[in-house]
């Protein structure tokens, strides 16, 4: 059964710098899990209902225009969650439309805690490693137009790959990414 998860990509060069950083801190999944912004956690599906999620994901797109997303500062989870992030300070409301949105389909799956739009930096590191993780991107300031979905599988060797994005507007089509 895969699992899969939908999220906004960062594009280049400020995914290329987030993952570098978040190598950087020491975290052990950085090269495994591309920086996003999260709309549909790890999920399992039956593999049978990939294609009806697809349709369900291209759907969605179409009906989503470009919208600005800022990422400012440092956020973290803890003490609930040893987690540092990068917080998503504008385009909050479009995160939280989409995620909706996506899932209101086919797959559909409870959240542990309420959405909350991030960008994970640091993940399971020690205190010390999460504080420097925090304090090194507390300045840090990102802007891109968020222009499409990203469909990803976790495979088996625990690295988490893009498959299709579906970009926004009426008219685009699923596009297959490498």
């Known amino acids: ?3 899969i998860g939908v999220a906004l990509a960062i594009p280049a060069p400020h995914g290329d710098f987030l993952q570098a950083k978040r190598e950087e801190f020491g975290d052990p999944l950085a090269r495994d899990i591309p920086p996003h912004v999260t709309l549909l956690p790890p999920t399992e599906v039956d593999a049978e209902d990939v294609p009806a999620f697809e349709e369900h994901l291209a759907v969605v797109a179409a009906g989503a225009a470009p919208f600005r ?3 400012r500062g440092t956020g973290t989870f803890r ?3 040893p987690v540092v992030f990068v917080q998503v300070s504008q385009g909050i409301a479009g995160c939280e439309q989409l995620e909706q949105a996506v899932r209101s389909g086919p797959v559909t799956r409870d959240l542990d805690f309420p959405y909350h739009p991030h960008v994970t930096v640091a993940h399971h590191l020690d205190d010390a490693a999460l504080d420097h993780a925090f304090d090194d991107l507390a ?4 802007a891109f137009d968020a222009t499409e979905l990203h469909l990803y599988e976790h495979g088996d060797d625990g690295v988490w790959r893009p498959g299709v994005s579906f970009p926004f507007g009426p008219g685009a089509g699923p596009a297959a990414t490498h």
Request: glycine content about 0%; hydrophobic content about 55%.
């Open 1 to 3: 059964m895969p699992t």
């Open 69 to 71: 997303v800022v990422l």
């Open 79 to 81: 003490p609930v969650s």
């Open 139 to 142: 300045q840090v300031e990102i």
